[in-house]
């Protein structure tokens, strides 16, 4: 599979943990937030595949973008943890 030779890189194996990490924590998020911890979960997956789809753009500024759009992804989560 060295097509997907991304899954090696530190931050790759990290947003596993990261994932993992969310549905750990919003797992005890009360029913009446059921939204937000709905939305913090997906933000995990969001920075997952971003960074995926980053990885196999070509084309530096795409690149660039893909990646902030996994940045951003990343900060929505902290928020959303913080609320």
Known sequence: MSG??????DVYKRTIGVISLLARITSAVPSRDGWLAKQIRRTGGS??????????????????RIFRIS?????????????
């Open 47 to 64: 920075i997952l595949l971003n960074l995926g789809e980053g990885c196999g753009e070509h084309a530096s500024l795409e690149k660039a």
């Open 71 to 83: 940045r951003r992804s990343a900060f929505e989560a902290g928020d959303g943890l913080q609320l």
């Open 4 to 9: 997907f030779s991304h899954r090696n890189l």
